[in-house]
């Protein structure tokens, strides 16, 4: 969005002959640590295959650069030679100027009461000087849009908070410092620096940022909040640090200009799940004028096409449920938000705020055997378990782009998954029921899904729900649980997302009922070949694949609770089951798994063990490996599509022409070959992949396969020509043939690829009918 912003302000000035202020300074990212360096360096080998110029350099560069910066504390820099300065006001006129010349009405002091909606459409605005008809209606409010989206008569829930951000802008210096002196960020030490009319203009992200009140309150009073010396003082001692000739310059005014954070610290895009033609982009973060350009162009073609041309799910606004919105939750996450910008981000961080929202009944339990957490849609999933006598506090501090302390307690868990039993809870997932009184569900869903659901009553099905263009919008598993009801299991952060989509494709027909179902059911996964002892002792039913085959679904009692749904799968890859326990029985269920497990080894684990198989068993994840853009012939799931059963469904179409004309990008498992896991930086997701020397690439996901002793890396291959960048045809022949390397932080490592699991190398066969029966569909 920042490169699309930077070409579009470059010509704007031209296109609408108004000034913009744009100068091309060129930016650079200062690193105190080792730690923050390594950060800029895999930012670095991003850019540079995405055709952003950009290079690491020694602090002695940097002087060279920007002679009023000391570099006495540095170990390295990023430097971005094509990044620019804006004036952000002039920016926004000379947009507007353009619009209006192209037949856009502006009305200036408008003030908006709210949004007309009937049926569950826009119908127009109510504004102080009446109303306005319209389809569409884009909320870009910044820090308004909290209370403008609650002001409609359909309420539409956009979470972010407003918080005071400072800045302090001085006098000229003796000698002015010229308009094109590259632009500093120092994150170690929470700063900004640029020039300013010969002086300079500096801000930065404290680390107690001051959430704004806006409720009830008018936009001009808000716009003259006041100067606060006292709290930008440890930003102003880390701007004379890093420039001390500042020291005698006169500060001309510091200035308290608000700002509108959201809960993950990206902005908010896309239509509300509730309001059709209702569109949102606010949220900011602070970089409003960066994105701006880039933003706007991906909402327009999402308002205009239906979708934007890129895979914008984690700036969706349907990524967040109705609990971020609470006020008190936002307050608080924006507090912890704010600093994190200029924090160091290593992998797998978790916020610390809004946590312990929605838990599993098992929570408490969990926590009391050592289980350290993660958060996915405010949901608490464990991440692993401590065992006792472990140093808890010097684990949660392993903050690391290298081996992480949890390794041996990972690999002992995914050791107990493949040897004896592991209980995952897994209780985050999207449960959805649909049932109907006729045949109208079964209709619906072999419309809105791309596998056959038509199988008999307690069978599995993993499928696809696709788009027009065959990509997927989710990816579930769907139990047949009578000829006329189903049961639906998807991706954690799928619950708003999926349940939009469906309405939106589902007829108005009151004989059809969808129901989200998922705080009905805890979900407890029994992964490994003692899972079948476990659950045939409880059950006094023998659960062997010969009485209870694959991929099969059926309610029984387990211990003295009834009406468990059973499922024989686990995403994975391993033999077991899934336990789907309505939640008054969870506590009994899991006490009785643990207490008769515990002559078959049985042990608590958590979603790094799950991660770690599933990649080693090549299983794409959605979110991360598969999205809208990503359709099953790319990876390798054509065996999950009914084309040839002559039933229509939605991306048919598409699949066929797909099918005929061959795939531009398919779906690779990598295995790192001269790396060494113990000394080497670890790839964890988005390092580029280079084919034979040139770029193919990036890596969707990765983990330590404990079985292999290595990496595994999973990411799509694509093919162009050298000299028109045009998108060739990528067959298997062209993966098996290529040298591969993987570039983590600007070191390449060797790589081989693979288009089937590595579990062939050892039963030399491929496992096509294991990976269907044990088919993984990313949580």
């Not at 820090?143 to 802008?169: K, M, R, T």
């Not at 954690?492 to 969808?514: E, G, Y």
């Amino acid at each position: 969005m920042a490169d699309y912003s930077n070409k579009l302000y470059q010509q704007l000035e031209q296109e609408s002959g108004i000034k913009t202020g744009y100068v091309k300074t060129g930016s650079i990212s200062l690193a105190q640590t080792q730690d923050r360096l390594i950060s800029l360096k895999r930012i670095a080998s991003r850019l540079s295959v995405m055709g952003i110029p950009c290079e690491i350099m020694a602090p002695k560069q940097v002087a060279q650069l920007h002679p009023l910066i000391n570099i006495h504390d540095l170990v390295g820099a990023m430097y971005v030679p094509e990044d620019a300065v804006v004036s952000s006001a002039d920016v926004s006129l000379a947009l507007a100027n353009a619009a209006s010349r192209n037949g856009v009405q502006i009305h200036e002091w408008t003030s908006i009461s709210h949004v007309t909606v009937q049926k569950g459409c826009v119908t127009g605005v109510e504004t102080d000087r009446g109303q306005i008809e319209c389809q569409y209606f884009v909320n870009c409010a910044g820090q308004w849009a909290y209370e403008l989206g609650l002001s409609n008569e359909e309420p539409v829930s956009i979470p972010l908070h407003g918080c005071e951000h400072f800045y302090l802008l001085t006098r000229p210096l003796k000698k002015p410092l010229e308009s094109n002196m590259p632009t500093i960020v120092d994150p170690d030490g929470r700063i900004y620096i640029r020039s300013w009319q010969g002086g300079i203009l500096s801000g930065g992200f404290e680390k107690n940022p001051k959430p704004i009140f806006t409720e009830g309150r008018n936009q001009l009073e808000i716009q003259n909040l006041h100067e606060d010396w006292d709290h930008f003082e440890p930003l102003l001692s880390s701007l004379l640090r890093r420039m001390p000739a500042l020291e005698a310059l006169e500060i001309m005014q510091l200035v308290n200009c608000p700002e509108s954070f959201t809960p993950d610290m990206r902005c908010i895009m896309g239509e509300s799940p509730t309001v059709q033609g209702y569109f949102i982009l606010a949220g900011m973060n602070s970089a409003g004028t960066s994105f701006g350009g880039g933003a706007g162009k991906y909402l327009a073609e999402w308002m205009v096409n239906g979708c934007p041309s890129e895979n914008v799910w984690p700036l969706d606004l349907k990524r967040f449920g109705a609990l971020q919105s609470s006020r008190t939750f936002l307050r608080h996450r924006v507090m912890e938000v704010m600093p994190l910008i200029y924090d160091l981000k290593v992998p797998r961080w978790d916020f610390q705020t809004g946590r312990q929202l929605r838990t599993s009944p098992l929570y408490d339990r969990l926590d009391a055997q050592g289980a350290r957490w993660m958060e996915k849609h405010g949901f608490e999933r464990p991440k692993y378990f401590v065992p006792p006598g472990k140093d808890l506090l010097a684990l949660d501090q392993s903050k690391t782009f290298y081996k992480p302390d949890w390794f041996d307690i990972v690999g002992s868990e995914v050791k107990c998954c493949k040897e004896a039993v592991c209980v995952i809870d897994m209780s985050s997932f999207t449960k959805f029921e649909i049932s109907s009184t006729g045949d109208q569900a079964l209709e619906v869903l072999q419309y809105l899904f791309s596998n056959d659901l038509d199988v008999p009553v307690g069978h599995i099905v993993h499928t696809g729900m696709l788009n027009e263009e065959g990509g997927y919008e989710n990816d579930c598993s769907i139990a047949r649980l009578n000829k006329r009801s189903f049961f639906m299991i998807s991706p954690t952060d799928q619950q708003v997302h999926c349940w939009a989509w469906l309405k939106k494709h589902m007829p108005n027909d009151s004989n059809l009922l969808l129901e989200d179902v998922t705080w009905k059911y805890t979900a407890l996964n029994l992964i490994g070949p003692r899972a079948v002892d476990v659950l045939s002792e409880l059950s006094y039913v023998p659960m062997t694949p010969e009485h209870f085959p694959s991929l099969f679904c059926k309610e029984m009692s387990v211990g003295y609770a009834n009406g468990i749904r059973v499922m024989s799968m686990t995403h994975t890859g391993e033999p077991g089951f899934m336990l789907y326990i309505p939640i008054e029985y969870a506590l009994h269920v899991y006490n009785e798994l643990m207490s008769v497990g515990q002559k078959y080894g049985i042990r608590n684990a958590g979603y790094y063990a799950l991660r770690s198989l599933r990649i080693e068993k090549f299983f794409a994840f959605w979110g991360q490996d598969l999205d809208t853009f990503t359709t099953p012939l790319e990876c390798g799931r054509e065996f999950r599509v009914k084309l040839d059963k002559g039933t229509d469904f939605i991306g048919r179409d598409a699949l066929m022409q797909q099918k005929q004309d061959g795939v531009c990008k398919r779906f690779t498992m990598f295995i790192l070959e001269d790396h060494d896991t113990d000394l080497d930086l670890w790839p964890w997701w988005g390092e580029p992949i280079y084919r034979n020397g040139h770029y193919v690439g990036k890596t969707t996901s990765s983990a330590y396969s404990y079985t292999l002793e290595r990496h595994v890396c999973l990411g799509f291959v694509q093919n162009f020509d050298e000299e028109t960048r045009e998108a060739l045809v990528v067959t298997p022949d062209f993966i098996n043939r290529g040298e591969y390397e993987i570039d983590i932080a600007g070191q390449r490592f060797q790589a081989k690829a693979k288009l089937y699991p590595f579990s062939s190398l050892f039963t030399q066969r491929r496992r096509k009918d294991e990976m269907e029966l044990s088919g993984y569909h990313g949580k």
